[in-house]
């Protein structure tokens, strides 16, 4: 049964209308009804006057309003707006313009981490983190499992928009970023899948990742995680890696967190746990945290 849920997000103008289903498997952005080109729908939600921005992905419709209402007085109609179509309609999108090849662009983008390179696509490529460290773990991710054919290949980390690969020491980034740019454009233009219908999560040895029931949680680890969310997931993310919590213990004061993709084994993790994850705790959380620590850094 469909279902759409409100979401704010971190700027007052803009919320987000998600979905308890796929809408697309690309992402489009659009600014004013002269770009929109591939949806009717989309083109009469500008025909109301407070809408100023439209985005779709996966499974969210975020809209930007102009100033002159509130979110309040107009986001349950606009709501049920997209419920009733979505409830009649299978897609947003008008089929024969969306089936048409998407250009797909990619750059590369240094991170922290010396032997990790993130490239970052105008496209999302997943809505959950896809961590690799192993051809045999890339056995349901087919993306990882083509990349692990370059044998300079140690690990591959895809999350949102981008892949972070790890290389051995074998050859220098200067000789291979090209090569790997062109393979993930071509592949990413191809419209080749990134996981499989049969693909699950690999939980590794050294760090047993159990999934957070936020619900459970105490108040305490409920700020952490908020926290993390907003001052420090992004600036991860941006660096090509992910951070995760884990728990807290009251009687220490410790937090543990996981870290994904460029950050870990990053040279400079030990610094950012100290000077910016465990600071920022710190000061916004006063006598709550003595100490956090990384489970597999």
């Known amino acids: 049964m469909l279902k759409i849920d409100i979401e704010s997000t971190k700027t007052p103008t803009i919320i987000k209308f998600v979905a308890n289903k796929i809408l697309t498997e690309g992402s489009f952005e659009y600014n004013s009804v002269e770009d929109v080109k591939n949806s009717t729908f989309i083109q009469e939600l500008f025909h109301l006057p407070f809408v100023k921005k439209v985005f779709v992905t996966v499974n969210f419709i975020a809209v930007e309003r102009f100033d002159i ?6 986001q349950d109609e606009l709501k049920a707006i997209i419920e009733n179509y979505l409830k009649v309609n299978d897609s947003l999108f008008n089929s024969k313009i969306e089936s048409k090849k998407k250009i797909v662009d990619v750059y590369a983008e240094s991170t922290p981490n010396p032997g990790v390179m993130k490239f970052v696509s105008n496209q999302l490529l997943t809505s959950e983190n896809i961590e690799v460290t192993s051809l045999e773990d890339a056995l349901e991710v087919p993306i990882a499992k083509e990349l692990y054919s370059f044998p300079f290949v140690n690990e591959v980390f895809i999350s949102n928009n981008y ?28 419209s080749k899948p990134i996981i499989t219908e049969n693909y699950v999560p690999i939980v590794h040895k050294k760090v047993v ?12 680890s409920q700020e952490i995680i908020a926290i993390l969310d907003e001052y420090i997931k992004p600036a991860v993310t941006s660096d090509g890696g992910n951070i995760m919590f884990q728990s807290y213990d009251a009687s220490t004061k410790t937090v543990s967190v996981i870290l994904q993709g460029a950050c870990s084994g990053c040279p400079s993790s030990t610094i950012t746990l ?8 710190k000061q916004l959380l006063p006598n709550k945290i003595e100490e956090v620590v990384a489970l597999n850094g």
């Open 163 to 190: 892949v972070s690969i790890t290389k051995n020491n074998s050859v220098e980034w200067f000789e291979i970023t090209t090569a790997l740019r062109d393979f993930l454009k071509k592949y990413l233009t191809e």
């Open 209 to 220: 990742i159990e999934p957070i029931v936020t619900g459970n949680l105490d108040d305490i």
């Open 274 to 281: 100290k000077s910016g994850i465990e600071a920022t705790l």
């Open 69 to 74: 209402v509130e979110w309040t007085d107009v």
